[in-house]
């Protein structure tokens, strides 16, 4: 780790002093990849008539974690994908 003079560590932390990675998966930014899966499971809450908010009561998140999602800026955990889909009623594979 290297010190830059008056400002702590910086190098190997991010700016709290963290290690840089740390969070968890479902708050880091998706990959480009992601993006499809987002559309996709956009795509099938509207099939399903379904507005974001009653979504997210049935399959766990908060309607904000359904919107970055859905927008490709994060990725759901394997766990809240599998609630998504199911109160979808979709098959995983259809969202991934």
Known sequence: ???LPGRGLLAASGRHGKPQGSRPLAHRAASPSWRRGGERIRAARLHANMSQ?????QAGPDRQAINRNELG???????TLIHIADALSVQLRGLV
Do not use: G, T, V, Y
Not at 53 to 57: H, K, T
Not at 73 to 79: A, E, K, M, Q
């Open 53 to 57: 908010e009653p979504l997210a009561e």
């Open 73 to 79: 800026h994060s990725c759901p955990r394997p766990d």
């Open 1 to 3: 780790m290297d010190r």
